[in-house]
Each structure stands twice: as structure tokens, then as C-alpha cells.
């Protein structure tokens, strides 16, 4: 076995990046009294998998052959309904070097679309899918925290589905990402009706955005209730997005009473970048 110390020699790299390593699950440990020890056998793979890592990673990030690989796995082991094997999946994919965004926009996000698609054909019954709908969110409860940002958050953002929505998985992914990107999320769940959105908003701390997530079409006008409420308790530099399969473009976005549409979670990441970068240009001048 070898200590932290001896890891960093061999890898050329500083102590702390290979405690990181190890926090962050890239690289198997043991607690052995107070100091983590690695076994020389998980080093040399580690260092195999960082090299081919280094050169797929691109590729994955953007939904390559390496990328649709680790969902299939992820796939069959959901579909067991083995919640171990699921895990093992995904810390497989982080210790082979991906982040924590392509674990979920290219491998869970996915998978979980694909089994809906299965469910729908009638490839798979519904306890099949249900089961592993329940399995992702206890796994992204248990990955995320590991690389939520610590220290002063950079405001609240607030999503939720309207009332007659039943779909809170996707708001709760999202949540988790918007987490690792140093946001405090107010993730409200499914079927919520408008008011209670609008409350949210009156008891919420530092506003930034909040997003409203439909993704059945009968839910559309509940959605434009819940924007409307949130307007009428809501700090004026608030921005109010919608997203999810039932809405379509900017144009619907504004029909519907919001500022803005976003057709997914990197969209939503980048412009709430965006606002802020503005509002703090136009606090400096
Ligand atoms: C899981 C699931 C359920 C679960 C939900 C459990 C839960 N806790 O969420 C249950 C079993 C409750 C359910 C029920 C129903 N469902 Co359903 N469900 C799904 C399934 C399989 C996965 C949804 C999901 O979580 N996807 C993961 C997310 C991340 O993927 P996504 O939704 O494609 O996300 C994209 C955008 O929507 C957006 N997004 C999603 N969430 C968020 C959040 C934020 C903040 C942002 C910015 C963006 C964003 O980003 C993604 C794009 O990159 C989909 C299949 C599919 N193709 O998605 C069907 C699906 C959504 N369901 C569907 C249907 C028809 C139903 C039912 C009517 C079935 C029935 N006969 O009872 C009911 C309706 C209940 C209701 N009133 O809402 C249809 C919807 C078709 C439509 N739009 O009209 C789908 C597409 C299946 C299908 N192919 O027919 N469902």
C-alpha cells in the first residue's frame, strides 16, 4: 500500500491533488487510523484511465462513442433495478476522468430519456421504469455533494413544475448541476400549485432567477400562473425563465409571461453566467 505522499512522488503532482483525487472518488482509498492509504493496483489503473481519459475526454463531454458506452452500462444495471451496480456505473465514469457534468448530461440524463422511450414502445413496463426513475435521484443525492461548491453561493434560483406536472426528476438533476456550479437551488418539486410559487419568491434571500419546468403540454397555463405570481411577489431584478418539453422558443417563453426560454440545463447555466457577469459589469460602472 502507499501513502498520499508516495502517490503524489510517483504522479509528479502536488499532496493535495491527490487528496482531491481521493475525495472526489477518482481514485480508490483505504482509512487505515487516521492517514488514507492506496493500493499500488488502483494507482496503475488510475493512471491508465487518466491517460485514456485525457484523450476521449472531449469527445465524451460532447455525447461520444466513450460517453453512450458508460450510458448503456448505466442503462442495464437501472433497468435490473441494481442500485449498487448503478453507482459502481458512475464511479467507474468519474474515476475514468469525466466531471460531474458529463455524469449527468451525458450518461444519466440520457439513460433516463432512453427508458422512458422504452417504457413508451412498450419495450419495458412501468415498475421498470419507475424503479429506476427512484433509483437516479437517490444516486444524484448521493454523488452531488461531493462536488458542491463550498463557501458564499452566488444567490438563489428557484425551479419547480406546475400543478398537474408530475415531473420532478430532470428539476431535480438540474438542481444538482446548478449546485455544482456554486448556485443555492430552491428545488421545489412537482405539481406545485401557482401561489405557492409565488411565495417562494417573497420568502426567498438574493433572487437571481427562478424556472418553471413543464413538461406536459396540459400544464402550460398553470405555468403561466405560476410566472405571474411569482412577478406579482417577486423582486423586480428577478428573471423568470421556463424550460421542459412542453415549451418550445423564446416566443412561447413570452406568451407565457417569462424573460426567457432555455431549451436545457447547459442553456439555463450559461445564461444565468451571463446575467450575473451583467448585473456585477453594472454595479462596477
Ligand atoms: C420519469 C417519467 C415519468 C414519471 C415522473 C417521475 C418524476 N419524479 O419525475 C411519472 C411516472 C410520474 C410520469 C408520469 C407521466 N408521464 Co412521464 N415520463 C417520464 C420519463 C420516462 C422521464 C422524464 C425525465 O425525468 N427525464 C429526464 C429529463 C432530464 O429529460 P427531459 O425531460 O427530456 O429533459 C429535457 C428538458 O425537458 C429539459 N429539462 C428537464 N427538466 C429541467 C429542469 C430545468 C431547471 C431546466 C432548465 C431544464 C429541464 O432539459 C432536458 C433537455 O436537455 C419521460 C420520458 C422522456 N423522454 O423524458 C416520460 C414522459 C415525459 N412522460 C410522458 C407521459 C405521457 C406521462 C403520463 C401522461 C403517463 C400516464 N399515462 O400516466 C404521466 C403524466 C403525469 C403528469 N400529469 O405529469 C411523456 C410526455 C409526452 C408529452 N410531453 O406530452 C414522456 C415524454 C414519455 C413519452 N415518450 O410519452 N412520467
Same mark, same amino acid.
Not at 119 to 137: K, M, N, Q, T, Y
Not at 187 to 205: C, M, Q, R, T
Given at each position: 500500500?502507499? !501513502?498520499?505522499?508516495?502517490?503524489?512522488?510517483?504522479?509528479?503532482?502536488?499532496?493535495?491533488?491527490?487528496?482531491?483525487?481521493?475525495? =472526489?472518488?477518482?481514485?480508490?482509498?483505504?482509512?487505515?487510523?487516521?492517514?488514507?492509504?492506496?493500493?499500488?493496483?488502483?494507482?496503475? *489503473?488510475?493512471?491508465?484511465?487518466?491517460?485514456?481519459?485525457?484523450?476521449?475526454?472531449?469527445?465524451?463531454?460532447?455525447?461520444?462513442?466513450?460517453?453512450?458506452?458508460?450510458?448503456?452500462?448505466?442503462?442495464?444495471?437501472?433497468? $435490473?433495478?441494481? =442500485?449498487?451496480?448503478?453507482?459502481?456505473?458512475?464511479?467507474?465514469?468519474?474515476?475514468?476522468?469525466? $466531471?460531474?457534468?458529463?455524469?449527468?448530461?451525458?450518461?444519466?440524463?440520457? !439513460?433516463?430519456?432512453?427508458?422512458?422511450?422504452?417504457?413508451?414502445?412498450?419495450?419495458?413496463?412501468?415498475?421498470? =421504469?419507475?424503479?429506476?426513475?427512484?433509483?437516479?435521484?437517490?444516486?444524484?443525492?448521493?454523488?452531488?455533494?461531493?462536488?458542491?461548491?463550498?463557501?458564499?453561493?452566488?444567490? &438563489?434560483?428557484?425551479?419547480?413544475?406546475?400543478?398537474?406536472?408530475?415531473?420532478?426528476?430532470?428539476?431535480?438533476?438540474?438542481?444538482?448541476?446548478?449546485?455544482? *456550479?456554486?448556485?443555492?437551488?430552491?428545488?421545489?418539486?412537482?405539481?406545485?400549485?401557482?401561489?405557492?410559487?409565488?411565495?417562494?419568491?417573497?420568502?426567498?434571500?438574493?433572487?437571481?432567477?427562478?424556472?418553471?419546468?413543464?413538461?406536459?403540454?396540459?400544464?402550460?397555463? =398553470? !405555468?403561466?400562473?405560476?410566472?405571474?405570481?411569482?412577478?406579482?411577489?417577486?423582486?423586480?431584478?428577478?428573471?423568470?425563465?421556463?424550460?421542459?418539453?412542453? &415549451?418550445?422558443?423564446?416566443?412561447?417563453?413570452?406568451?407565457?409571461?417569462?424573460?426567457?426560454?432555455?431549451?436545457?440545463?447547459?442553456?439555463?447555466?450559461?445564461?444565468? $453566467?451571463?446575467? &450575473?457577469?451583467?448585473?456585477?459589469? &453594472? !454595479?462596477?460602472?
Amino acid at each position: 500500500m502507499l !501513502t498520499l505522499q508516495e502517490v503524489a512522488e510517483t504522479l509528479d503532482v502536488h499532496y493535495m491533488t491527490v487528496y482531491r483525487y481521493v475525495r =472526489e472518488g477518482m481514485l480508490p482509498s483505504v482509512r487505515v487510523n487516521r492517514s488514507w492509504q492506496i493500493s499500488r493496483a488502483d494507482l496503475k *489503473e488510475f493512471q491508465s484511465n487518466k491517460k485514456s481519459g485525457n484523450k476521449t475526454s472531449s469527445k465524451a463531454r460532447h455525447g461520444g462513442r466513450n460517453a453512450a458506452d458508460w450510458a448503456n452500462r448505466f442503462e442495464s444495471r437501472l433497468v $435490473d433495478g441494481d =442500485e449498487r451496480g448503478s453507482l459502481a456505473v458512475l464511479e467507474a465514469a468519474l474515476r475514468s476522468g469525466k $466531471d460531474i457534468r458529463s455524469i449527468y448530461i451525458d450518461i444519466v440524463m440520457p !439513460t433516463v430519456v432512453e427508458i422512458g422511450k422504452k417504457w413508451h414502445r412498450g419495450d419495458l413496463d412501468i415498475f421498470v =421504469e419507475h424503479r429506476a426513475s427512484r433509483i437516479v435521484i437517490r444516486l444524484i443525492s448521493q454523488i452531488t455533494p461531493r462536488f458542491a461548491r463550498r463557501g458564499v453561493d452566488r444567490g &438563489t434560483i428557484i425551479i419547480g413544475a406546475p400543478e398537474g406536472d408530475l415531473h420532478g426528476l430532470g428539476i431535480a438533476i438540474v438542481g444538482d448541476l446548478l449546485r455544482c *456550479e456554486g448556485w443555492r437551488v430552491s428545488d421545489l418539486g412537482a405539481n406545485l400549485p401557482a401561489k405557492e410559487f409565488g411565495l417562494a419568491v417573497k420568502n426567498s434571500n438574493n433572487l437571481v432567477a427562478a424556472c418553471v419546468v413543464a413538461t406536459m403540454s396540459g400544464a402550460l397555463a =398553470e !405555468t403561466a400562473k405560476c410566472i405571474a405570481a411569482m412577478r406579482a411577489t417577486g423582486d423586480a431584478g428577478a428573471k423568470y425563465f421556463v424550460a421542459g418539453l412542453a &415549451t418550445e422558443s423564446q416566443d412561447h417563453a413570452e406568451k407565457l409571461g417569462a424573460d426567457y426560454w432555455v431549451g436545457g440545463p447547459q442553456e439555463l447555466i450559461s445564461s444565468l $453566467d451571463l446575467l &450575473t457577469q451583467k448585473t456585477s459589469q &453594472t !454595479t462596477v460602472s
